[in-house]
């Protein structure tokens, strides 16, 4: 078994999908996901996500790196803590958090997702 995978040459299928209504507090967002990786336990996942322009409630219960390719974004956490996301930006965001993701302009991430 090789210990490594080589992601750069994928043929990605996306998935497009409305934000759920019961999340959604403006606009009419629609998020894409690349899916480059997914681990045979299902538990680590390394991709594309994008979005367009609206503001919608988000729980995680993953730990998430990304790496901020395009666009503009706001995540705001309950406590009132907010990270102004542009390209170049690099967050881990913790499992537990809860707030809001606000989509400025068009935006496009790439994703390393582990679930516990």
């Avoid at 019961?22 to 538990?43: F, M, R």
């Avoid at 913790?94 to 606000?102: L, M, R, S």
């Amino acid at each position: 078994m090789s210990f490594t995978i080589d992601c750069s040459n994928f043929s990605v299928e996306p998935y497009e999908a409305p934000i759920a209504k019961e999340k959604l507090l403006s606009g009419a967002p629609v998020e894409t996901i690349e899916s480059l990786y997914e681990n045979a336990q299902g538990k680590f996942f390394v991709g594309y996500w994008s979005s367009t322009p609206g503001k919608w409630r988000v729980h995680y219960d993953e730990e998430e790196y990304f790496e901020f390719l395009e666009g503009e974004a706001i995540i705001e956490g309950e406590d009132g803590e907010k990270r102004h996301c542009l390209p170049g930006t690099k967050l881990v965001i913790q499992a537990g958090f809860k707030g809001t993701w606000e989509t400025i302009t068009d935006c496009r991430k790439l994703y390393v997702i582990a679930l516990n």
